[in-house]
């Protein structure tokens, strides 16, 4: 909750600032007809029909109370308000007011409600048609029809209600003025002012006996003046206005004695809007009276409140819908504004800031906002206003229909050539640095003072559309070619020089030491002749260019097909210094009230002497005051509505738990801006979901599908229309819980389940496969020993026999004699290939199991090597840590080891041999080293093996062997590569491998 306490500060002052808004929002005034105005009718079905009251929280919110209820209203969605406890609220609404502490005061037709939240509490009875509210927020009601026998005026003072006695009975309205003083209207037309002295009647000086006016409704001004709606019988209805004990009355026009005031309220410029019973709304401003009606577009002629908003937004209730009425950055003139018509198409603005403009049948003029003109027939010579010119001497040079005209001291004066002819139709006019004009009619004419006008002609300014001032004297003329011209009084025209792309001008004109042109969508700058051209790809937007003029701050303003474009001068300098970069622009869009166009004459947007800019459109004139453009610097307030988890509705909550297994989670968000609704942009952010913020455009609801369980922070900020920011946003918490088999303890226990399941696999694995392993092992086994047996009785058996026959035969041989001593040694040589026999037969039997079984067999072999050839030492080196490997491994190792000692033994000669085995963690390595003479020429033994059959054991197990000598010895090098296995692993290998060989031994 404290998260959201910068936010609640920032909410609470907006109410605060209201005030101030509205002062900035309508101190120019602007007419009824030149503000925006939108409008929600009830029977499009935008609205409940009887729309009553009007207020604004200081969340922002507009509240709307009709005859069958309470709205909620954020620019887009109307949502009714629907109470969840406390008191049951009237539908019936009559008036609302909303306090500073974001509470709402509803008056219905049957008491008083305060409404918070979702929450309704009720103070008192009777039918509340009024409340006010004063500075120091206390609440002032009228009432009639109450059950308590109290007064029609009830006061809260510091949450206190009292209803003095000495008030009227039956109230109808009450307004609070600058002193603090209620004024309250009685439902029979009195006015009476609460003082602390008692009750005292407002006496009607200008009453009679002919006239008897009795008020319908009250209202206070910022002056401390209090304006009453005032009606009598077979009059019209005035507004009156009491002001420092002086009394104005403003009759409303276009109304009759069935007319009733029956809402006002005056804004900061002191102008009193006014709603009537069936004539709709009317605004004053001093004694200028405005009138908008049903016909104009409002939903209703009947209004029944107005209110200002904290955006300077004006807000009319009506019988039938919903309007408001803001202010537009372009403000239009037009035929509905008193023009002439509605084909503006030159505009001129004198040194006393005097706007002319020139129309279709008329030359209009405004001045201090008021319209007035001289017309075809009524005054005007013509009917086609062309190109319009005031010169130094105060006279207006004017194209008109198909000729040149000065108008001065309230005459028309046509100028023509030489031929007494008219100059023709004039497109362009400017004044020279010696006072003189230049004109272009049929040709291009150079008219100094009285005398005839000087006609030029021929080459490059035949074809002359535009005429500019230059600053060294002369004129500017550009051509349909896109060629610019400099003309001086009594010199030739310039060579024409093409600047830039050759499209026909629409503008031309000079500035920062360049001579600019716009042609099409680029803008040109052209200096000593060369051109600069600013494009899209610099950032130019808009696309095509009707107009160019430079405000007082030498802004470039564009007036192109998409609105009104602004580049500053400081990013004009930064180009023409980097004609690269990139520039950028503001644009006064549609939704501002730009109505751009293509104007039929020069002259078509123009800087006032005070600072405006003016702009024909060749329909309307518009005026942009770049000093005072309405730009909403208020960032929106942003509102989180409403998390929906699938089928139900969840208010926002830091401790809202969604339940498991949520799959569409939907968040409703909103910004109260009113200016432009349509225009408020979002962009939101799920902390603990999304990477990066999302851009949601104008979209007010963010969508999520299927998330986790787990905490999350939905954050969202948004921008007005103007694109200003509230980074404050709102934000809210909340819960996915877990389903069952999602939670944290059930998760542990299946992973432990999932580790026993794998164990369980690796050890059904490993069984199965050492089960392969020991079956193909007892096949080979199976297989070695029936050789062995079908050696030993073949082979074995027969040589045994013939050595016993040869030994019979020996004893029949004479001793002594060389043949017995033949024989002799030829039985010893069979019983010792006898005796070989015997222990290859053994060694087919026998198999080794584990390193234990390798150094046994390795060291028997080193004794038999002994027995059999001469004792040499050999020394045995084991290094590192023996690891299981394959059976198959460690009997291969023996087998190559035994072949390379007996061939050290047998061939090498040697005095000292030396054995090492060293397990690496990848691999095992064989060392078999002599000092005696080289193996490399070894001839292999009686049982056909030898070294080739050491490089076919190597190989058969993906073994490196090599062998090398260096003349004091041989070398002979094994590398077998083994999987390097985790210590985890290995030592369950380990656990296996000895459970096998356990089994093993068993068997």
Known sequence: MAARQPVRVFLFTLIFICHVWCSFAWATGPRLTQLAHNVWRSRDGDIPAGVTALAQTSDGYMWIGTDSGLLRFDGVHFTPWQSTGGDSLDPRVFSLNAAKSNVLWVGTGSGLYQVTGDMARKFLTGRINMIARDGADDLWIARTRQRDHGSGFCHMHSGAWSCPSILPARGAAVAVDAEGTPWVVTTSGSVVRSTATGALPYTDTKADATRTPEATIVASGNDGSIVLGMGEKERRPFLRRISKGRIFDTVLPDTDNSTIIQALHVDAAQSVWVGTSNRGLFRISGQIVEHFSERDGLSSDEVTDILCDVEGTMWIATSGGLDSFHKLAVETWSKREGLTADSVSSVFVDSKNKVWLGNQGGLDMIEDGVPRSL??????????????????????????????????????????????????????????????????????????????????NGGAISDAMLISRASGGGVWLTNTKGELVKVFSGAPPTTPTQNGPAKMPVSVNEADGYVWTAKGDVLVAWKDGISRVLTKANGLNGGRIFA????????????????????????????????????????LGRPDGAQPGFASFDHSAVLAPNGDLWFATDHVAQRIVPSAVVTNLRPPPVLIERIQAD??????????????????????????????????????????????????????????????????????????????????????????????????????????????????????????????????????????????????????????GLVLRFAAISLQIPEHTPLHTTVLDALAGSEQLLNEGRERIHQLRATLKNFEDFTFSIQYTIRDLERRYSLIPVDVKILGDPRPMKVDLYEQLFLIARELLTNAFKHAHATQIDLMVEFLPDAVHLTVSDDGSTMGQEKSGRDGFGLRGVQERASSIQATFSMDSDGKGTRATLLIPVKRRGRTWNALEQLVSNAWRSEQDAL
């Open 375 to 456: 017309r075809a027939g009524a005054g005007l010579p013509g009917k086609v206003v062309g190109p319009l010119l005031m010169d130094s001497h105060q006279t207006l040079w004017l194209g008109l229909d198909s000729g040149l005209w000065r108008y001065a001291s309230g005459r028309f004066t046509e100028v023509r050539g030489t031929d007494r002819q008219p100059l023709g139709m004039v497109y362009s006019l400017a004044e020279d640095t010696d006072h003189s004009v230049w004109a272009r009619g049929s040709g291009l004419f150079h008219l100094r003072e009285r005398a005839t006008p000087e006609h030029w």
């Open 548 to 587: 160019a003029v430079r405000d007082a701050q030498q802004n470039e303003w564009l007036m192109t097909e998409s609105g009104y474009v602004r580049i500053s001068h400081d990013d004009i300098l930064r180009w023409l210094a980097t004609p690269s970069t990139h520039v950028n622009t503001s644009i």
């Open 647 to 800: 089928d139900k509705t969840y208010l926002p909550s830091n401790e809202l738990r969604l339940p498991a297994r949520s799959r569409d989670i939907a968040i409703a968000y909103t910004a109260t801006s009113f200016v432009d609704s349509r225009r408020v942009r979002f962009r939101y952010k799920l902390e603990g979901w999304d990477k990066d913020w999302q851009d949601a455009d104008t979209r007010r609801e963010a969508f999520y599908t299927n998330l986790p369980p787990g905490h999350y922070v939905f954050r969202v900020i948004a921008a007005n229309s103007s694109g200003i920011w509230n980074n404050v946003g709102a934000s809210t918490e909340f819960n996915v819980q877990p389903t069952f088999y999602q939670r944290r303890s059930v998760r542990v226990l299946m992973a432990l389940l999932s580790l026993g399941l794998l164990w369980l696999f690796y050890r059904l694995r490993l069984a199965s496969v050492h089960r392969r392993v020991r079956e193909k092992a007892e096949t080979r086994m199976a297989e070695r020993e029936r050789i062995a047996r079908d050696l030993h009785d073949t082979l074995l058996q027969g040589t045994q």
